[in-house]
Nanobody
Framework: QLQLVESGGGLVQPGGSLRLSCAASGRTFSGFAMGWFRQAPGKEREFVARISYSGSGTYYADSVKGRFTISRDNAKSMLYLHMNSLKPEDTAVYYC???????????????WGQGTQVTVSS
């Protein structure tokens, strides 16, 4: 089993920045492709960003491209999401997820964290 624990969420004003972290344990972190997803109230969980095993390949949803950056540190078993120029529509619970192969759809991911709330409001 791979355990994932997110942190770093909170309340931020529009235009502000946050860095989310996801700590992994229980399995060899570098063996997993990783992703960030988010779910706003009343909406389905949606893809935000994904990163390959080594971190050399990344892919973003159009809604966050140019504002968010996904990264990982395999030596520390950590995944990150740097979020800049935040907008009220970015408000959601953010989840990190792990999978044995690179994927984009939530249903393709095997392991999930518990989520961290991000609220963008003035």
């Amino acid at each position: 089993q791979l355990q994932l624990v997110e942190s770093g969420g909170g309340l931020v004003q529009p235009g502000g920045s946050l860095r989310l972290s996801c700590a992994a344990s229980g399995r060899t972190f570098s063996g997993f492709a990783m992703g960030w997803f988010r779910q706003a109230p009343g909406k389905e969980r949606e893809f935000v960003a994904r990163i390959s095993y080594s971190g050399s390949g990344t892919y973003y949803a159009d809604s966050v491209k140019g504002r968010f950056t996904i990264s990982r540190d395999n030596a520390k078993s950590m995944l990150y999401l740097h979020m800049n120029s935040l907008k009220p529509e970015d408000t959601a619970v953010y989840y990190c997820a792990a999978n044995y192969v690179i994927a984009t759809r939530p249903n393709d991911y095997t392991y999930w964290g518990q989520g961290t709330q991000v609220t963008v409001s003035s």
